[in-house]
Nanobody, 120 residues
């Protein structure tokens, strides 16, 4: 399985951005796709997950109501609305084979990360 994240860039506060994670390989419906983010010097933070079979999704409190995760074919999307400067981070998609988790160390495959910068 390989993951390719894209869609990052610069956006003004209050704006929107959609990230994509293209998944190669054949995930099972029980596998879970997660989105995480990390600011330099800080710990990686869970954002959201969705089962490959589209059950879920589940969001961190910090993004609930603003972000939406969805899957279409072999691409998982993270739609980010009402962006805030504190959403600035490198965003990563990841796949877990063993079930849903908010812990990054329980994910088996990772994309390369895409930078999102939100200016005030």
């Amino acid at each position: 399985v390989q993951l390719q994240a894209s869609g990052g860039g610069w956006v003004q506060a209050g704006g929107s951005r959609r990230l994509s994670c293209e998944v190669s390989g054949r995930p099972y419906s029980s596998h879970v796709m997660g989105w995480f983010r990390q600011v330099t010097g800080k710990e990686r933070e869970f954002v959201a997950w969705i089962r490959w079979g589209t059950r879920g999704p589940y969001y961190a409190d910090s993004v609930k109501g603003r972000f939406t995760v969805a899957r279409d074919q072999n691409t998982v999307y993270l739609q980010m609305n009402s962006l805030k400067p504190e959403d600035t981070a490198v965003y990563y998609c990841a796949l877990a084979r063993r079930g849903a988790s908010m812990r990054g160390d329980e994910y088996d495959y990772w994309g390369q990360g895409t930078q999102v910068t939100v200016s005030s």
